[in-house]
């Protein structure tokens, strides 16, 4: 059921147009005329200000005064809080997004773009860059004790090696006694006590 205003070439769905009622006494503001309804219908279906202002039959500075009203800002305040309510992004709408995106790429670049940015999006390159760095480190290690090849790092002291190994071994004793094994304890073989 449709609600048509006879001076308007527009028309008014009844939702839209109870969806508009239904905010005056929520947000304690007068009842809009029916041309201002369908001013705030058209604004509210994405025309521009001119163009509601021109299917409401108003003037674009009667329409602007509107929107600035006390009534106008309500109005406008409440629908984008009820529509940012609504809208939610997620890990998974963005890969949908991003899968479409891929799909109708044009040409090779465009679907390597998209595949980076689910990459990116899905951390898959956490663990590339992580080991990267870790190369990079032991690279610089390697360059800053001249090392060129394994047989240096064989030939090696312990107290070099420690050295090289970095301040996280420093204090560590390679001459600990070994910790006695007690016979209550579940690994405890008696015949390989010696």
Do not use: C, W
């Not at 990116?120 to 590339?128: M, N």
């Not at 090696?156 to 007690?182: C, K, R, T, V, Y």
Request: glycine share 4%; charged share 25%; no cysteine.
């Amino acid at each position: 059921m449709t609600i048509y205003y006879q001076s308007m070439r527009k028309m008014i769905v009844d939702s839209d147009l109870a969806l508009l009622q239904s905010l005056y006494p929520l947000l304690d503001i007068p009842a809009l005329t029916s041309q201002e309804e369908e001013f705030f219908y058209q604004h509210m279906k994405g025309s521009n200000i001119e163009a509601a202002a021109k299917a409401a039959g108003m003037p674009v500075a009667t329409a602007q005064r509107l929107l600035r009203s006390d009534a106008g800002t309500a109005i406008l305040d409440y629908l984008h809080s009820q529509t940012m309510a609504r809208i939610t992004v997620n890990k998974d709408l963005l890969t949908t997004m991003l899968m479409e995106a891929h799909r109708h790429a044009a040409n090779a670049t465009e679907e390597i773009m998209a595949i980076k940015e689910l990459g990116k999006l899905h951390d898959a390159y956490d663990e590339v860059k992580n080991n990267r760095t870790k190369a990079s480190g032991v690279n610089l290690l390697i360059q800053q004790n001249n090392i060129t090849n394994i047989k240096q790092v064989q030939r090696m002291s312990d107290e070099e090696l420690m050295a090289l190994a970095g301040p996280s071994f420093q204090g560590f004793n390679l001459e600990a006694e070994p910790l006695p094994i007690s016979e209550t304890d579940p690994d405890y073989d008696p015949e390989l006590d010696v």
